[in-house]
């Protein structure tokens, strides 16, 4: 392969075009994003506590970050400036004597947080921002790795459910 060479450089183009491209399917965002938003049961070793906070009234954290949004758009694209919305969390901890397949027990999401208190070894707590380039993904894609974190740190995982685009164009997860 001589990649100087530009009828080499073509006939790899060429290749892959036809080898890969031609079986490659289509996918919409939306069918994406139902296979990746929904939210699993628990099970397994892992305590997972839902929580929402609601948009607070006198915080100007909100027009902070939109501000700095502003500054950086140094093009003026033009954007929507998304209202503040309840954030939604949901901490994990490790359950010990849990095996892969027991299921979450049907108690209040407050006992289930005192639990997985009761059961951290550690003071520390993790921050956990999933992937998903703010289009895909769901906190119970990652509660394996949280509740993986969560074992071997002996502290708790804290995740955000974060707004997905195209319903929630840029910057909403982002400020989220």
Do not use: C
Request: net charge neutral.
């Amino acid at each position: 392969m001589d990649f100087e060479n530009v009828q080499h450089l073509q006939a790899i183009i060429n290749k892959l075009r036809n080898g890969y491209l031609r079986r490659a399917t289509t996918t919409s965002i939306s069918d994406q994003q139902a296979a990746t938003t929904r939210d699993v049961p628990v099970k397994g070793p892992v305590w997972v506590s839902k929580f929402d906070v609601p948009v607070a009234k006198e915080d100007n954290s909100w027009e902070v970050l939109l501000n700095v949004v502003d500054e950086l758009n140094d093009r003026d694209i033009p954007y929507h400036r998304p209202a503040s919305e309840p954030l939604r969390f949901q901490w994990t901890g490790y359950r010990k004597n849990a095996k892969e397949d027991t299921l979450e027990p049907v108690i209040s999401e407050g006992e289930k947080f005192q639990n997985l208190v009761n059961e951290t070894t550690s003071s520390l707590t993790v921050l956990y921002i999933y992937g998903g380039t703010f289009v895909l993904n769901h906190p119970s894609r990652y509660r394996r790795i949280a509740g993986s974190l969560a074992h071997h740190t002996g502290g708790k995982v804290l995740t955000l459910t974060q707004r997905l685009a195209p319903q929630n164009p840029f910057p909403s997860a982002l400020l989220d």
